[in-house]
């Protein structure tokens, strides 16, 4: 296999990348453990450290469907991306490290997070989204092409449900089971700074209140349901209790069958990420 150059370091590397040998915004190295199975997710998701949690998710090979997709397209890559090495890797969560904003996604996209290593990243959802986080303050440039193009978030941070590329971006329930404890320590690890939990798409809604039950968070019964510009407030645990109430609002997905048909406008994006950075500012 011929390795190819980072579109902005230079290095060459592989397809998938190997953790550890340089790529912008690699959390692991050569010694991080890896899961390789759901019981292995869930004891090495028990960290607390936001920067081990990082390491230790961006190596995970415990779903072996998603592990072999995610490298057969790393080294197939779309023609329009022959040229550069893919990541190949599952995308951990990455923005600021006390967040008063958590995204919540559904999966990197096979040729969009999977070849950046950033979810969001290098795909027409992430431009959308990112050009949102920009216009109402979350985020430092209007764009986003790959991990290492200056790009931060301010007061946000973002995380996928699933942290591999799925197949036609349906993860079955045992991918998004197992992937679970990753996004439910990560929400535990922030919780003494976050404020609000914007929720992109049914799956990510979700999956995310699925997860915030799990980590102690009091959700209403019955839970809320999913639609755009919906918001739920939850109640924290006892040792966050002093955070005050969270918010978690619900956002159609950036996908281009929602943006191309008019489903989500931009008007939309900016209400409910604008909403969220209120909400984070105000605390109500």
């Given at each position: 296999m011929r390795p190819l150059p980072h579109p902005v370091t230079g290095q060459l590397f592989t397809s998938p990348v190997p953790p550890g040998t340089g790529w912008p915004g690699d959390p692991a190295?050569?010694?991080?453990?890896?899961?390789?199975?759901?019981?292995?997710?869930?004891?090495?998701?028990?960290?607390?450290?936001?920067?081990?949690?990082?390491?230790?998710?961006?190596?995970?090979?415990?779903?072996?469907?998603?592990?072999?997709?995610?490298?057969?397209?790393?080294?197939?890559?779309?023609?329009?991306?022959?040229?550069?090495?893919?990541?190949?890797?599952?995308?951990?969560?990455?923005?600021?490290?006390?967040?008063?904003?958590?995204?919540?996604?559904?999966?990197?996209?096979?040729?969009?997070?999977?070849?950046?290593?950033?979810?969001?990243?290098?795909?027409?959802?992430?431009?959308?989204?990112?050009?949102?986080?920009?216009?109402?303050?979350?985020?430092?440039?209007?764009?986003?092409?790959?991990?290492?193009?200056?790009?931060?978030?301010?007061?946000?941070?973002?995380?996928?449900?699933?942290?591999?590329?799925?197949?036609?971006?349906q993860p079955t329930v045992a991918e998004r089971d197992t992937c679970a404890p990753w996004l439910r320590r990560e929400l535990e690890v922030v919780s003494p700074s976050l404020r609000v939990v914007v929720c992109l798409g049914a799956f990510g809604w979700q999956v995310a209140l699925r997860a915030l039950v799990d980590a102690g968070y009091a959700v209403p019964r019955p839970r809320p349901r999913f639609r755009h510009g919906s918001e739920a407030v939850v109640e924290r645990p006892a040792a966050f209790a002093e955070g005050g109430p969270l918010a978690v609002l619900g956002c159609y997905h950036p996908s281009q069958q929602n943006t191309f048909t008019g489903t989500l406008t931009e008007a939309m994006l900016d209400g409910v990420l604008g909403r969220a950075r209120e909400l984070a500012d105000t605390g109500r």
């Open positions: 190295s050569p010694d991080t453990p890896v899961a390789t199975t759901a019981h292995g997710v869930e004891m090495l998701a028990a960290t607390a450290s936001l920067s081990e949690l990082s390491a230790r998710s961006s190596v995970c090979r415990a779903c072996d469907r998603l592990v072999a997709w995610r490298e057969e397209v790393a080294l197939r890559k779309r023609a329009s991306f022959a040229d550069q090495p893919y990541w190949g890797r599952p995308i951990a969560g990455w923005g600021a490290e006390q967040p008063r904003v958590l995204v919540v996604g559904l999966a990197p996209a096979a040729n969009g997070g999977n070849r950046t290593g950033r979810i969001f990243t290098g795909d027409r959802s992430g431009d959308w989204l990112f050009a949102s986080l920009h216009r109402v303050g979350l985020a430092a440039q209007p764009g986003s092409e790959h991990a290492g193009d200056g790009q931060a978030l301010i007061d946000t941070r973002m995380a996928a449900a699933v942290r591999c590329a799925p197949p036609a971006n």
